[in-house]
């Protein structure tokens, strides 16, 4: 890798901050929900994880979760309470190996078409991969998939084609 790619690649991981994309967590709805002390929970290294995070140290983390608060098959698209509903039961597991690092960027902010999710979602699942980062999206339908799918779309091993059967 020359250096002039390698100083462009580096202004652009550095650049972006994910954070204007998404509504932060509010943890305090989950510290009581659960069988489990709050402290020795899953939810809890998560809070921590995610309370600290700042757009110098984001590279890292090893897994990012990202709620989508949105359906596109309803007419009302908004399901504000599904990704929260999946965050209710995964912050209560017991928390496992300390050095696993995973924080919570919240839900994503709806964009205003259908076309502009799925460009939300494409360019969050790119910035995170060239991080090295794992994405887990939580809630949203199942053609939110074209968004990730696009960010993988460079990749050697990765094939993904859309047939637009009907339109948008």
Known sequence: MNS???????????S??????????????FQNS??????????????KNSQILSKEN???LNVA???IPFDSR???????????????ELYQLSKFDTKLRIADFG????????KGNYQALRD????????NIVTVIIGGSQDLSIGVCEAFKGEKFFHFQLLMLFSM
């Open 4 to 14: 002039t790619f390698a100083f462009i690649f580096a202004i652009k991981i550095f």
């Open 16 to 29: 972006m901050d994910v954070h204007y994309y998404f509504n932060s967590v509010d943890f305090s709805q």
């Open 34 to 47: 659960g069988h489990l002390n709050w402290k020795y929970s899953l939810g809890a290294a998560i809070e």
């Open 58 to 60: 984001i590279s890292k």
């Open 65 to 67: 979760i990202i709620g």
């Open 74 to 88: 309803k007419d009302d698209s908004n399901s504000p309470d599904s990704p929260n509903k999946i965050r209710a």
């Open 107 to 114: 839900n994503l902010k709806p964009a205003s078409s259908l």
């Open 124 to 131: 969050i699942v790119d910035y995170f991969n060239e991080l």
